[in-house]
């Protein structure tokens, strides 16, 4: 059985962590990765539930089971399938996203170090650091242009939601971090090419060419 390595990486919305992880996927020398989100691990709403109102940034959001159980998969080299969440309906699509085994996996999100079931599975684990006016100005950003939300709903959810879980929540998992990555105006992920060779010393032994990224 091949090895597989794991790698977490985690920090506060709008940290960064999509730019991490397009960083290591162009600058690594490995020949299969896989990036798997958290946020495709979101529970179903209920229909009482209201979304501008509900808390997407409290680990009970995440179905950790299901997200523990494809890693598990993967780890014993065997196929498995995500599900696809849409932030529109609030719901979990139909179909899935059907993935093959990786030499290495990248599991990125929020509040994945906030699990030990999910940090026992990981090689590295890595925390975005970033400042929070960089966090908010790219959570309006994205939920503008991907998720059709108003200002004013932005707000409101940060303010009520977003903050709060990340004091409690995202920034105490941080210490449970094998790399913390600054995200600042005077430091921008310094010590990110190291851990480009950790992968790319642990991939020595991939054997064939593949690229494949699922969100």
Not at 58 to 64: A, E, F, T
Not at 68 to 91: A, G, M, Q, W
Request: one cysteine or more; charged letters at 25%; a neutral charge.
């Amino acid at each position: 059985m091949n090895p597989i390595m794991i790698i977490g990486i985690a920090g506060g919305s709008g940290s960064g962590k999509t730019h991490v992880t397009n960083y290591l996927l162009k600058n690594t020398r490995s020949s299969e990765i896989v990036v798997i989100s958290q946020d495709n691990f979101y529970k179903g709403l209920c229909e009482n539930d209201d979304p501008t109102t509900y808390n997407f940034d409290n680990p009970d959001s995440i179905d950790w089971s299901s997200l523990e159980s494809c890693l598990h998969d993967l780890l014993e080299n065997k196929e498995t399938d995500i599900p696809i969440y849409d932030f529109k309906t609030h719901k979990r699509k139909v179909d899935t996203i059907h993935i093959k085994p990786a030499k290495v996996i990248i599991v990125e999100g929020i509040l994945i170090f906030t699990q030990k079931q999910i940090r026992n599975l990981l090689m590295y684990k890595i925390f975005i650091d970033a400042e929070s006016d960089i966090r908010i100005m790219r959570r309006i950003e994205r939920d503008i242009q991907e998720r059709d939300r108003s200002l004013p709903d932005i707000y409101h959810q940060y303010n009520n939601s977003v903050k709060p879980s990340y004091d409690k929540f995202i920034e105490p998992s941080k210490k449970h971090a094998d790399f913390i990555l600054p995200n600042n105006e005077k430091n921008r992920f310094t010590g990110i090419d190291m851990i480009v060779n950790h992968i790319d010393l642990f991939s020595t032994f991939t054997l064939s060419p593949k690229i494949s990224k699922y969100n």
